[in-house]
């Protein structure tokens, strides 16, 4: 078994991500296997949902549901969906005909409820102008954060990953002074340095990977996104587990010690979801139930 290569790939000029629900569960695995004859995990990330996977008895790691929480000024939603599509490439009309013949290939037993466009902003900084991923571990260091290994034969090579959606609001970004950016991020806009004294809510600090134990290393493959005059970040973290994102998330909105992450000055989650990343097998997803 390997793992899906999109994962471990260089973020793509555009991409694209495809949410769906079930409607029929007579046709659901017929649409599966359709779907996995084109899924190659390169140009198209296949994840599935915890319901999905139970219902199916299809090999998987523990999955948690996808924590929840409300806290002073801030809501963080669960929104569990069945099957989660990246799609990548390199022009918009490559991603729409691809996204066709896949809704298309899964009308049958499940409904497309959310579709959002994604791009690659400044070579690879989210729309307040920041590096995003500037953390991420490289080479064998990031697969061993981003895949299962020495477990079922069927699990190693696959991921979990941690997908949400934050909407920024960038009026209120764009008020604060460009001290104030930085101490909310931890880095300097302009260099990407990590500033020594960054205060405690600063988003570097409240999530840096090394701090937690265990140490809480994902591998981030975020892209910016747009819908009219909106428009922020799709946040995406692979693991081999979800304990990593769990403990960031936790410790972002102020539970293990009353901080809140910065970045909720200007930002905040709208969605939020795990879904399984299965192994590829001879160039194709396998699930092997079906």
Known sequence: MSYQRGILANIPPVGRYLTFQQYDPSQVKACLQQLCAMVDG??????????????????????????????????????????????????????????????KTLEAAFDCTQIVD??????????????DGTENPHDEAAIAAAFVADENPQLNGGSVVAVQQWL??????????????DNAIGRRKDDNEELDDAPESAHVKRTAQESFSPEAFVLRRSM???????????????????????AQLRRMVGLEDGIQDALFQFTRPITGAYF???????????LAVL
Not at 168 to 181: A, L, W
Not at 224 to 246: C, E, I
């Open 224 to 246: 910016p996104w747009s819908s009219g005059v909106d428009g922020g970040l799709m946040f995406v973290a692979f693991g081999h587990s979800s304990q990593a994102f769990a």
């Open 168 to 181: 920024h609001h960038m009026p209120s970004f764009n008020r604060m002074s460009n001290e104030q950016q």
């Open 42 to 103: 390169e140009q198209v990330v296949l994840g599935l949902g915890k319901s999905l996977l139970l219902q199916l008895d299809l090999a998987h790691p523990h999955l948690p549901n996808f924590p929840a929480y409300t806290s002073a000024g801030i809501n963080i939603p669960s929104t569990p969906a069945d099957v989660w599509l990246w799609v990548r490439g390199s022009e918009r009309g490559e991603l729409l005909l691809l996204s066709q013949q896949l809704i």
């Open 276 to 286: 399984w990343c299965p192994p590829v097998k001879d160039g194709r997803v396998q």
């Open 118 to 131: 994604a791009f690659c902003h400044l070579g690879g900084r989210d729309l307040t102008g920041y590096e």
